[in-house]
């Protein structure tokens, strides 16, 4: 079993930054993929970006260019760090990670936390 617990969410003006973290707890984090999704008000939950076991990692058109994903298996943490954001750029933010040794996360869902991106 994997727990995922986000944090780093909230209120930021368009053009800004924020940078979210997921902790996983439970059993071998390093050989699992981690994801990002996000869900906006209304609208059906989206891919946003992830990143394997191996460091290879894969984004959103929407999202490409100004979002980055990165891990640290050694404090079992994932981060999304999101620069100039953009007012459809809000939604709540679920991390999620896969089955070890595969390349698709989507298995274990975090409870999220709400990004909002107004002036």
């Known amino acids: 079993q994997v727990q995922l617990v986000e944090s780093g969410g909230g209120l930021v003006q368009p053009g800004g930054s924020l940078r979210l973290s997921c902790v996983a707890s439970?059993?071998?984090?390093?050989?699992?993929?981690v994801g990002w999704a996000r869900q906006a008000l209304g609208k059906q939950r989206e891919f946003v970006a992830q990143?394997?076991?191996?460091?290879?990692?894969n984004y959103a058109d929407s999202v490409k260019g100004r979002f980055t994903i990165a891990r640290d298996n050694a404090k079992n943490t994932a981060y999304l760090q999101m620069n100039d954001l953009k007012p459809e750029d809000t939604a709540v933010y679920y991390c999620?990670?896969?089955?070890?040794?595969?390349?698709?996360?989507?298995?274990?869902w975090g409870q999220g936390t709400q990004v909002t991106v107004s002036s």
């Open positions: 990143i394997t076991r191996g460091g290879r990692t």
């Open positions: 439970g059993s071998l984090f390093n050989l699992r993929p």
């Open positions: 999620t990670a896969g089955p070890m040794f595969s390349d698709s996360p989507g298995d274990y």
